[in-house]
């Protein structure tokens, strides 16, 4: 029997998402989509409708926040399968309602409580991981982290384990947008996430325990497929504190492309204040949190695919060994912004972030990854995930002895 999915958002990732699952409408039965704003869900439908797609999609005004409220649209729609591209402030409400229904959950990226920042690792550990036996008592699968990063490259570390290394030494995260959208400053997605992820402790995984610095502390030039030289900073990352517990005695870093306009602005706004999460009042007696302020002025990153030009290169650049002789493998996947503007109607990051689930959904369909419990990528077999990936749009490429080559 054919699976009926619920989409939960309605940003630019949720409309990458909602047009694959269009394109893939046989894989699945009724194809829902849910939002707080439900005229949002209402343009995402209608720009699938633009592309000529015969998938029928269905609306739906959903407070996320509520698991209750969660539960009883998986219920009135009959949802075998929940993708969460909402906020990730609605991770552990939107999991709750697949809990009470038994559907299939699926997110793109760690919960994050709005009132904390930067909490103490491993990350997951802190929500998701807490629900771990819930899940499995309820036979549920849930596949955390199912983006590009988390979630892809965690499958290239995995493919490497399973394909090239006996033992894995370090794995080395890279992740470099080559494009340029025309504004004077804006992210690539939603700029309070974006901003939280850089206001706190930079963790990365070395010597067997936590390592700590400042963002944009450490940075070091790569020199990668297509985009080139580029510099790119340690930074703190979601797959970093999943891919240290499957991989203790390695090396586990992210490192983070940015420019020196990013750089400059960032640090002007962190040392005015503008980024904290915390409220302040104003001279009026007017109660407002900076980063909210900072968030409604800039861009709205779904405005920026028209103008989106230039390349995407992100991947894992493993070191380790086989039969005790030492190597390296580079596993990536070059993605174009204008090609998924074209496509979709949205940005490559957004694209890059927004399909991956779709192909994890219909490998849940399938019954491929239905493992009935809960799961970060590089605990899934990932040969299948990555082929499949390439047909839906994100094909991987790998550098080693042999040279460069698709998988």
């Keep these: ?77 009959d949802a075998q399968i929940v993708i969460n591209v909402g906020s990730a402030f609605i991770n552990m409400t939107v999991l709750e309602g697949c809990i009470q229904t038994g559907a299939a959950y699926l997110d793109t990226a760690i919960h994050e409580d709005p009132a904390k920042v930067c909490e103490t690792p491993p990350w997951y550990a802190n929500y998701e991981w807490t629900r771990r036996e819930d899940v499995k008592k309820a036979g549920v699968t849930a596949i955390l982290g199912i983006g590009f990063d988390p979630g892809v490259v965690n499958a290239y570390a995995r493919l490497a384990e399973d394909e090239y290394f006996d033992s894995i030494e370090s794995i080395d995260i890279v992740d470099i947008n080559a494009g340029s959208h025309g504004r004077w400053f804006a992210t690539n997605f939603d700029p309070e996430i974006n901003f939280r992820e ?7 995984w070395q010597n067997g325990d936590w390592q700590t610095n400042k963002m944009f502390e450490v940075g070091r030039e790569w020199d990668l497929p297509v985009v080139g030289k580029r510099t790119a900073y340690l930074s703190g990352h979601d797959e970093v504190h999943s891919l240290s ?4 005695a390695a090396d586990v870093r992210f490192w983070m492309g940015f420019g020196e306009h990013y750089i400059n602005v960032f640090t002007v706004l962190q040392n005015l204040g503008l980024l904290s999460e915390q409220p302040v009042k104003t001279a009026e007696g007017l109660e407002v949190v900076p980063l909210k302020v900072v968030k409604a002025v800039l861009p709205d990153p779904a405005s920026l695919a028209p103008d989106y030009e230039g390349k995407t290169c992100i991947g894992d ?14 596993i990536y996947n070059v993605a174009d912004h204008k090609d998924a503007y074209n496509e979709v109607g949205s940005q490559g990051i957004s694209y890059t972030a927004g399909v991956p689930p779709v192909a994890a959904a219909i490998l849940v369909a399938r019954g491929t990854w239905d493992v009935k419990k809960m799961v970060n990528v590089e605990d899934l077999p990932a ?16 550098i080693d002895a042999s040279g460069d080559h698709a998988i």
């Design 1 to 77: 029997m054919a699976r009926n999915v619920l989409i939960i958002g309605a940003g630019g990732v949720a409309q990458v998402t909602a047009h694959k699952v269009a394109q893939n409408a046989t894989e699945f039965g009724t194809l829902h989509i849910a939002n707080r704003t439900q005229s949002k869900a209402d343009d995402i439908i209608a720009s699938i409708k633009a592309k000529g797609h015969k998938a029928e999609f269905t609306s739906h005004a959903l407070d996320a926040m509520d698991s209750d409220a969660v539960a009883a649209l998986i219920r009135k729609v």
């Design 383 to 398: 040969r299948p995930f990555l082929e499949l990936l390439g047909t839906l749009g994100l094909p991987t490429r790998v």
């Design 245 to 248: 517990a499957r991989y203790p």
């Design 317 to 330: 650049l493993i070191k380790g060994s086989r039969d005790g002789k030492p190597g390296e493998v580079f």
């Design 198 to 204: 850089f206001t706190g402790t930079v963790y990365s």
